[in-house]
């Protein structure tokens, strides 16, 4: 009995094990199988990077289509403000009464300065040039407006958009010069000038702060442009920063209790033009002693 049961042992401990290598081949087998099935799938991340790839590019397109679609526009807007330009400026001509010839003048100066202004959007030497003629243009429309116009409140806003005007051509201006900031220095200057003489109107109008804060930058950027070589020239340079703090100050007292925040923003900038000044005076200082 004893030999039967140990032969029977023997033989299921053999199909045991064969049962088990089996099963352990198979497994391996499976593993394979996954292994090889997985590597004949696409790469995820190669499929998104081609698809990003072509997106990207697909915008950059659609992009440099929609800029030449609004370059076009923008021409295309820009003549129409010429044309509207010419005919108001005839009608001026026509008409006898002074405050419809004022309007006349008035509407072909706001014309040409949106003209101006989409001009001056694209980058090149030949639209700076068109730009900074058309704002001329239109600074020298709004004094007609003044001229003709026999209401103060309008006078006032003529003179304040032809000094507007006088300086956004300005600002086109190359500075790479000595000559060139003398001519640009002077441009800004005149575009001072203009605005003085709505503000000496003396008339309680609403876009007094925006032209004193306009008039304030332009006469600071005068000044830094101003040549400071003698102590004369220092001092020159010094009046004018005082006037443009001068500007400044009239903007934030005209902004209080209707446009604070925009008032706040200018205490900064006279802080900085009094420490302009203060450096140029120490420097006129230094040089008598």
Known sequence: MSKYFFYTFLTIAFFNSVDVFASQRTLVEDEDAQTRGMSSVPSTDSNLKDKGEKAAAKSAKKAQEDLKKAEAQSKKQAKVFAKTA??????????????????????????????????????????????????????????????????????????????????????????????????KAGTLSKGVECIARGLNLSVAHSEIPTFCEKAGKAKRAEAKLLSQ?????????????????????????????????????????????????????????????
Not at 92 to 110: F, H, I, S, V
Not at 236 to 255: D, R
């Open 86 to 183: 010419q005919k108001s400026e005839k009608a001026a001509k026509l008409l006898t009464d002074p405050d419809a010839q004022a309007q006349a003048y008035y509407d072909a100066g706001a014309a040409k300065r949106e003209e101006a202004e989409l001009l001056s959007q694209k980058d090149t030497a030949q639209n700076k040039l068109l730009a900074k003629e058309a704002y001329a243009q239109a600074s020298q429309y709004f004094e007609q407006t003044a001229y003709y116009a026999t209401k103060p409140a309008a006078q006032t806003l003529a003179h304040f958009e032809s000094g507007g005007a006088k300086i956004d051509e300005a600002e086109l201006l190359s500075q790479e010069t000595e000559a060139h900031k003398r001519e």
């Open 229 to 289: 070589e003698t102590e004369s020239q220092k001092k020159m340079k010094i009046e004018t920063f005082e006037q443009a703090i001068k500007y400044l100050e009239k903007a934030i007292a005209s902004y209080q209790g209707h446009w604070e925040k925009e008032g706040a923003k200018l205490v900064q900038e006279v802080s900085e033009v009094k420490k302009e000044i203060e450096l140029l005076s120490q420097g006129i200082g230094a040089e008598k002693k």
